[in-house]
């Protein structure tokens, strides 16, 4: 999966934890709410549909409102419709995003940016927005960074074992874990009751406390690592049936 092209839609509700697009989107967005662009996702639950999601975009970041703004549209047929919101997390929704910016490997891609990475890691370091508040959208721009791995002894069949670790605390889904991998592009203005539907959907449960996973991921062992590709998965299938600008 190209990590720049998830996005991750904050709860409504998580108080306490606090992309054909038009030619103008060559020029930066309007400053007003009220001609800043606007793009949808139309939802789909287990194939039926559930409502649309509604995303207004900020103007201050103009390589990644564009960027998504465009995908959203399907610029030269590159989009996001069938994608996967692939995870339910306790207070933000993971969209899998696409797993390339054009339709072969050596084609250039249509997309704002292309495949470089080079503007959003550019805006994602001035930015000064964070991930406290209700409805906010960003994309993926960096990979979170692996935490270390350290011996502990612990205590297993009237034995004392060593096992591996991964040092420090396991993301847990709130929104500072997202404010150095994630430039915030737009903030939802509709749908917010498909959200709460989608928040509320049984997910695969993480299985932080089994030692034996640990020690199995901190090992590398490839079940383990598969297992925690599932972790806050929905099991019904959320899809973006469609997608586009806002006339």
Do not use: C
């Not at 139309?42 to 465009?70: C, H, K, M, W, Y």
């Not at 034995?159 to 915030?184: F, M, R, W």
């Amino acid at each position: 999966m190209s990590a720049l092209l998830a996005g991750a839609l904050l709860l409504p509700g998580s108080a306490s934890l606090a992309e054909e697009a038009a030619e103008a989107l060559g020029a930066a967005p309007s400053t007003s709410a009220a001609g800043a662009t606007k793009v949808y996702f139309d939802v789909s639950i287990n194939g039926e549909p559930a409502g649309r999601i509604t995303i207004q975009l900020f103007s201050d970041v103009p390589a990644g409102a564009s960027r998504f703004a465009e995908l959203a549209a399907g610029r030269q047929g590159v989009d996001y419709r069938l994608s996967k919101f692939n995870g339910v997390l306790p207070t933000y929704i993971r969209n899998d995003g696409l797993s390339r910016l054009s339709y072969s490997a050596n084609e250039v891609s249509p997309i704002a940016s292309g495949d470089s990475l080079e503007q959003l890691e550019a805006e994602l370091d001035k930015q000064s927005r964070r991930h406290d508040e209700a409805g906010l959208v960003s994309l993926i721009v960096r990979e979170k960074e692996a935490r270390p791995v350290k011996e502990r002894l612990v205590a297993r069949d009237g034995k004392l074992i060593t096992v591996l670790e991964q040092a420090g605390e396991a993301p847990n889904g709130t929104h500072p874990d997202l404010d150095s991998t994630n430039l915030v592009i737009g903030r939802v203005v509709g749908g917010q009751e498909l959200l709460q539907r989608i928040a509320a959907l049984p997910v695969n449960r993480p299985r932080n406390d089994n030692p034996y996973f640990q020690a199995g991921k901190a090992m590398g062992d490839k079940r383990a690592v598969t297992a925690e590709k599932a972790f806050y998965r929905p099991f019904q299938k959320v899809v973006v049936a469609g997608s586009g600008v806002v006339a």
